[in-house]
């Protein structure tokens, strides 16, 4: 039976959630993204939200596009991913420099997610022929819960009661029992307050992973995606197009 898989970081960890063909699911969490292969090396697609390609001197275009479509209610959730140099300062400070040429510097909110940047590609050019047929690709939760929503963003922050109510309403109109693989995540990994996993704060995690998951089962082998009005552009040092996949299509 194929497996999909929707993944995002939450604190400490990767989140996981697993999808089948049916209405089966599951849920992980795992230390790093080498352990999480380890457990999902037979799905037949991987969603994770975090950059995958890295462009070596400009602002990717996939980004650029989700900031325009998020507009100004959602758009801050979009981090101009920096250089393939700037992912490997080792200090802000230094990726900055990097990018002192160019047109965009690096964001604060950017340079707390590069070691996470720097995981995941790691892994792909160090499993690159274990991968095999599994479909890995990068998507991002507010840009797929803008697809659900028939392109328009989400109305609440995905922190407030608001908006995870928002999202858990959209996720059940193509999930089974969405609203309870939800609280089993929030139940199993949130708590108890005194040594949580991931934290009451990272209640939004499982609600991105879900989606991704969702996405990741639903979006096909040719699925939707980020830029839209040009060519995505291309990592030439992995050898990867630079894109964020979403489900369904948005015209």
């Given at each position: 039976?194929?497996?999909?898989?929707?993944?995002?970081?939450?604190?400490?960890?990767?989140?996981?959630?697993?999808?089948?063909?049916?209405?089966?699911?599951?849920?992980?969490?795992?230390?790093?993204?080498?352990?999480?292969?380890?457990?999902?090396?037979?799905?037949?697609?991987?969603?994770?939200?975090?950059?995958?390609?890295?462009?070596?001197?400009?602002?990717?275009?996939?980004?650029?596009?989700?900031?325009?479509?998020?507009?100004?209610?959602?758009?801050?959730?979009?981090?101009?991913?920096?250089?393939?140099?700037?992912?490997?300062?080792?200090?802000?400070?230094?990726?900055?420099?990097?990018?002192?040429?160019?047109d965009f510097s690096v964001q604060n909110q950017?340079?707390?997610?590069?070691?996470?940047?720097?995981?995941?590609?790691?892994?792909?050019?160090?499993?690159?022929?274990?991968?095999?047929?599994?479909?890995?690709?990068?998507?991002?939760?507010?840009i797929c819960f803008w697809a659900l929503n028939?392109?328009?963003?989400?109305?609440?922050?995905?922190?407030?009661?608001?908006?995870?109510?928002?999202?858990?309403?959209?996720?059940?109109?193509?999930?089974?029992?969405?609203?309870?693989?939800?609280?089993?995540?929030?139940?199993?990994?949130?708590?108890?307050?005194?040594?949580?996993?991931?934290?009451?704060?990272?209640?939004?995690?499982?609600?991105?992973?879900?989606?991704?998951?969702?996405?990741?089962r639903e979006c096909g082998e040719n699925p939707?995606?980020?830029?839209?009005?040009?060519?995505?552009?291309?990592?030439?040092?992995?050898?990867?197009?630079?894109?964020?996949?979403?489900?369904?299509?948005?015209?």
């Amino acid at each position: 039976m194929s497996e999909y898989v929707g993944v995002d970081w939450a604190s400490k960890g990767w989140f996981a959630i697993h999808l089948s063909e049916t209405s089966e699911s599951g849920m992980g969490f795992y230390p790093s993204i080498f352990n999480l292969w380890h457990h999902h090396k037979d799905a037949e697609r991987i969603l994770i939200d975090i950059p995958v390609g890295l462009s070596s001197n400009r602002k990717r275009k996939c980004d650029i596009e989700a900031k325009e479509v998020l507009g100004t209610v959602r758009g801050n959730s979009v981090f101009y991913t920096p250089t393939r140099k700037g992912v490997g300062a080792q200090n802000i400070k230094e990726a900055k420099q990097a990018q002192e040429n160019l047109d965009f510097s690096v964001q604060n909110q950017a340079w707390a997610i590069v070691p996470r940047i720097q995981e995941v590609d790691e892994f792909l050019e160090m499993f690159r022929e274990e991968i095999g047929n599994t479909d890995i690709r990068e998507t991002h939760p507010e840009i797929c819960f803008w697809a659900l929503n028939d392109g328009e963003p989400m109305t609440y922050g995905k922190k407030t009661e608001e908006g995870i109510e928002e999202r858990l309403g959209l996720l059940s109109n193509h999930l089974t029992d969405a609203r309870g693989l939800y609280e089993d995540a929030v139940e199993t990994f949130t708590e108890p307050e005194w040594a949580p996993v991931i934290g009451k704060s990272g209640r939004d995690d499982i609600l991105d992973a879900m989606v991704a998951a969702l996405t990741a089962r639903e979006c096909g082998e040719n699925p939707s995606r980020l830029p839209k009005k040009s060519d995505p552009g291309y990592d030439d040092v992995r050898g990867r197009e630079m894109e964020i996949v979403f489900w369904p299509d948005i015209d």
